[in-house]
């Protein structure tokens, strides 16, 4: 969905992984570009996260910052270890050393997908800003804790919920 909203829409200007990887305009994508493009997602999902991410870079001259490059340079670089631990493993054929290797990978998954979905929602964001869904951003309305002398803060933001009845 992201990727098919940074072409604008316009599954004829698709190409697989964007253009950034060999495999590239080899895939048949001019003749059933939703397809590839599902086979694309299916196959490749990191590949394509990371070439959305290329593309909507390139379009709107986004530099990655440092934090990106340390986020994702600490993903790899646990996706690595998780992989030596698990050669190790095999090859010394230890059973706690096997476990660990597993909770190691389970831990490099885990990043994995969350840097995934942290770059989606980027990708969301800088669309919803391209495609003018943002309205003027402003700061958030000035809000008041409650003190002890008055049980309830006065009203700010949006209007109070009814509960429902098993609440009260």
């Avoid at 990727?3 to 992984?17: G, Q, W």
């Avoid at 939703?34 to 001259?61: H, I, K, P, Y």
């Avoid at 003018?132 to 309305?141: E, I, L, N, V, W």
């Avoid at 006065?154 to 429902?164: D, L, W």
Wanted: aromatic share 10%.
């Amino acid at each position: 969905m992201l990727r098919k909203r940074a072409l604008y829409n316009d599954m004829t200007r698709y190409v697989c992984c964007a253009g950034y990887m060999p495999c590239s305009g080899r895939c048949g994508e001019k003749n059933c570009p939703e397809l590839c493009l599902a086979t694309e997602v299916f196959c490749c999902f990191g590949s394509s996260v990371a070439s959305t991410r290329f593309l909507l870079q390139d379009e709107f001259n986004i530099q990655t910052t440092q934090c990106d490059n340390c986020i994702i340079s600490f993903m790899f670089c646990l996706q690595q270890f998780a992989c030596i631990c698990s050669l190790v493993a095999c090859i010394v054929g230890n059973e706690e050393l096997s476990e660990a290797s597993q909770l190691i990978s389970c831990i490099s998954d885990m990043v994995y997908w969350t840097v995934c979905s942290c770059m989606q929602t980027q990708h969301k964001v800088e669309m919803d800003k391209r495609d003018g869904k943002f309205g003027p951003m402003t700061a958030p309305p000035m809000q008041q804790m409650s003190r002890i002398d008055q049980p309830v803060p006065p009203y700010v933001g949006y209007p109070p919920q009814a509960q429902p009845a098993y609440y009260r």
